[in-house]
C-alpha cells in the first residue's frame, strides 16, 4: 500500500466546504483543510494512491473554475510531510535551497521532487499563511546536493507557471539560519 497525498487549492471557501465532504464521501480518506491567504482554502486528503485520486478527482470535479491548484502525490516522501507540518528535525545545516511557488500544491510538488532528486533534507514546507497564498519549500545539504534539486524544480515547475524562484545559498550565515 502506497501513502499519498492530494492537494486541492481554491479560492471559494464556501464552496470548498463542499468540496472537502465530497472527496470525504468518495473514497477512503482522511481530511485536513484550512483557509489560507489571501482568502483561499486548503484541501489535504491522504491516504492509498487509488483512494487519494478517486477523492481529488471528485473534488475536482465539483469544483471545476474554483480551483488554482491541485496535485496528487503517490509515495510522497516522509521527509516533505514532517516538513509540512512542522516536525521536520534537520539536525545540521548545510547549504540551504529556498523554492518559492504561486500555489501551495506546486510547493508539495517541488518539495517532494527535490528530496527524490538529490540527497536534501526539508526543513520546512510553508503553505500560504502569512505569504500572500504563495509556497515556500527550504531544503538543506550539500551545496552540489541543494543545486541539483533546485536545478530539477526550476525544470519542472517553471515548466508548468507555477515557480516564482528558487535559490542556493552555499554557506548560510547563523543569523540567516535562525530566521528559517
Known sequence: MQHAVGVIEMKNIAKAYLVADTCLKSAVVTLHAKTMCPGKFLIIVSGEISSVKSA?????????HDITDYIVLGNIDQN????MVGTA???????????ETFTVPAAIKAADMAVKTAQVDVIDVRTAQGLGGKGIVYITGSVGAVQMAIDAVRKDIAAEGSLVDAVVIPSPDKQLLAII
Open 56 to 64: 481529488v478527482e471528485a473534488g475536482c470535479e465539483l469544483a471545476r
Open 80 to 83: 516533505v510531510l514532517r516538513g
Open 89 to 99: 528535525n534537520v539536525e545540521e545545516y548545510g547549504a540551504i535551497g529556498v523554492i
